[in-house]
Each structure stands twice: as structure tokens, then as C-alpha cells.
């Protein structure tokens, strides 16, 4: 069996965020270096508090960094609108709980930094909230983009609509600057955007056979999924995308995805901001397509 992945998962949980942090906690492929926190879903204190609660959930017994709390130059988006899709606290219906665990006093940026260093050329950094610390990881720590292995990104959106504009993904959306640091960087980068995220669905019947299967850790999700899935039924669509599942099995199953070396950058301005366009920019590794079921049967099989 080959050395599992040493991973950073940066995230906003968020409920799919939830599906992509169970999961990976169940992968033998995957060895969770910690999670780091980000705005997004909700304000980055919750977020904080969700991933702990994900931790305890899982028995994960990693460090939980907390990042930051807006984007590196546009103004945060109103707490409403993300609160629609992920209700006020994150896990939709499900009421918040105060975590048995606390953060760590290091910072998200400083964290990944000092992964990364420690076990130069073999971490995974999978953002998929927006990519905010990143960008502040390459700020504050000069020798960051040549310890650290690959990023990969849940966001953007090549060949198909945004999502939260017609042009725009959620997450580049809400810092597309970082982003444009990202890319630039030279580090090697995978765009898991929605161009495979949104074929690669759970309906209400497998998050409830999952619950079913696997209650202790699979049944927290059945509640936040059932409204998640709803506002997907509302747009006609038999399923939620699992958008941050597919970017964490993207960074262990990279045989499940077409996937092409392209110049790749960000809008940063006008009606258009936070679009990945194609075409200009660095050169960035962007999933164009999926084997849709098998990865959606890999991410309902966790648990064995
Ligand atoms: C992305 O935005 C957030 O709402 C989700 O958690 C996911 O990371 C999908 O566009
Ligand atoms: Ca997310």
C-alpha cells in the first residue's frame, strides 16, 4: 500500500465542506496534517468552531489553525447570502455546539508554513473555501511555495456558469485576488472547479443509505444534506454537487478526472470578477472532466 498524502484541508465548513472533511478522515490514502479555518460559508469564528465539531465528530485529534476573517482586497460578501445556502451557522438546520477542542495559537498562514517546512516536497494543500490563507502563507513565508507539494483548489468555473454570478464561483468570488496570488506563485495547482463538481452529485437517498450504513459519523450529515439538496431540487437538478468531496478525492484519486495543463487567471474587476479564464496567465493544471460515478461511489463507500 503506498505512503498516504499528507494533507491541509483549508476550509469554510459549511456543509460540504463537512461531506469533504468526513471523508477524508476515513481515507487510508489520505494522513490529515491538520485543518485551517477560513470566511466564507460563515464567519471564520464559526468556521473554526464547525471544524473542531468535525473533529470531535470524527475522533480527528489534528491541529485546528484559524485564518482569516475577510478577503485580501474585495469587501466581504454579506453573511445572508451564504447563510441561504449553508444556513446561519453552517450546518444548515443542524443548532451549533460548542467543540471539546480548541484552535492552535498558530495562525492558518503560520501553520501551513510550518507543515510545509517540516515535511518539505510532501503536502497536499486542498483550499476549498476562498483561498485567502494561501495567499497570506506566500506573503508572510518566502520559502512557502518551494516546501509545499501541490495545491489543490475547490473553485472556478472554465467552460461552464458561476454559481453565485454567471460567471463566478463561490469561492473565487470571494477572493479573487488571492487567487491571482495563487496562480502566480508557480507552485503546481489543480482547479477542481464547477465544471466537475456540479456531475458529481448526492441525492437525498444516498446521504440517507449512508446514515443508515455508518449513523455515529454519516448521520450528522443527513440533516444539513437534506437542505442542501433541496436548494438544488429548487433549480431542477436531482442531487447537490459534492464540490469540496470531489477537490479532496482529487488530490488521492487524480486518475478519475481528464484533466488539462492550460494559462489560467482571474478576473479581478467589473461584472465579470472571480471568473477563472482560460486562455491567459500561468500555466494550471484545471479538471475539464470526471468519471462521475466512480467518484461519487468511492466518496458514499467511505467507511468502508
Ligand atoms: C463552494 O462554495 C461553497 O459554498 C462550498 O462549500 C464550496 O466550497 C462551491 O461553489
Ligand atoms: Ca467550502
Known amino acids: 500500500m503506498p505512503k498516504p498524502t499528507k494533507m491541509i484541508i483549508d476550509t469554510d465548513p459549511g456543509v460540504d465542506d463537512a461531506m469533504a472533511i468526513l471523508y477524508a478522515a476515513?481515507?487510508?490514502?489520505?494522513?490529515?496534517?491538520?485543518?485551517?479555518?477560513?470566511?466564507?460559508?460563515?464567519?471564520?469564528?464559526?468556521?473554526?468552531?464547525?471544524?473542531?465539531?468535525?473533529?470531535?465528530?470524527?475522533?480527528?485529534d489534528i491541529p485546528v489553525a484559524e485564518g482569516a476573517a475577510r478577503p485580501s482586497v474585495v469587501a466581504p460578501l454579506d453573511p445572508a447570502e451564504a447563510a441561504r445556502i449553508h444556513g446561519a451557522e453552517g450546518f444548515g438546520p443542524v443548532p451549533p455546539q460548542t467543540p471539546q477542542r480548541t484552535p492552535t495559537p498558530e495562525d492558518a498562514a503560520d501553520f501551513m508554513a510550518s507543515m510545509a517546512r517540516r515535511y518539505r516536497g510532501e503536502v497536499t494543500l486542498c483550499a476549498i473555501g476562498p483561498i485567502t490563507n494561501v495567499a497570506e502563507a506566500?506573503?508572510?513565508?518566502?520559502?512557502?511555495?518551494?516546501?509545499?507539494?501541490?495545491?489543490?483548489?475547490?473553485?472556478?468555473?472554465?467552460?461552464?456558469?458561476?454559481?453565485?454570478?454567471?460567471?463566478?464561483?463561490?469561492?473565487?468570488?470571494?477572493?479573487?485576488?488571492?487567487?491571482?496570488?495563487?496562480?502566480?506563485?508557480?507552485?503546481?495547482t489543480l482547479m477542481v472547479g464547477l465544471d466537475v463538481t456540479m456531475q458529481t452529485t448526492g441525492s437525498r437517498a444516498d446521504f440517507a443509505a449512508l446514515a443508515k450504513r455508518h449513523p455515529d459519523h454519516c448521520g450528522f450529515l443527513q440533516r444539513p444534506s437534506d437542505e442542501y439538496i433541496g436548494i438544488y431540487e429548487e433549480r431542477g437538478l436531482p442531487g447537490c454537487g459534492l464540490h469540496d468531496p470531489a477537490a479532496v478525492i482529487a488530490c488521492v484519486a487524480p486518475?478519475?478526472?481528464?484533466?488539462?495543463?492550460?494559462?489560467?487567471?482571474?478576473?479581478?474587476?467589473?461584472?465579470?470578477?472571480?471568473?477563472?479564464?482560460?486562455?491567459?496567465?500561468?500555466?494550471?493544471?484545471?479538471?475539464?472532466?470526471?468519471?462521475?460515478?466512480?467518484?461519487?461511489?468511492?466518496?458514499?463507500?467511505?467507511f468502508g
Open 26 to 60: 476515513h481515507d487510508p490514502a489520505i494522513e490529515l496534517l491538520g485543518l485551517t479555518t477560513v470566511f466564507g460559508n460563515v464567519p471564520v469564528q464559526k468556521a473554526t468552531r464547525n471544524a473542531l465539531r468535525l473533529c470531535d465528530l470524527a475522533g480527528l
Open 138 to 188: 506566500l506573503r508572510r513565508h518566502p520559502d512557502f511555495a518551494a516546501n509545499i507539494a501541490k495545491i489543490v483548489f475547490m473553485g472556478g468555473a472554465a467552460q461552464v456558469p458561476g454559481n453565485v454570478t454567471p460567471y463566478a464561483e463561490a469561492n473565487t468570488y470571494q477572493d479573487p485576488h488571492a487567487l491571482a496570488e495563487v496562480l502566480a506563485s508557480g507552485i503546481p
Open 255 to 302: 486518475d478519475l478526472f481528464n484533466t488539462s495543463k492550460i494559462p489560467l487567471s482571474v478576473v479581478l474587476k467589473g461584472p465579470e470578477i472571480g471568473r477563472t479564464l482560460p486562455g491567459v496567465g500561468a500555466t494550471t493544471a484545471v479538471c475539464a472532466g470526471v468519471d462521475a460515478q466512480q467518484l461519487e461511489e468511492r466518496f458514499f463507500s467511505m
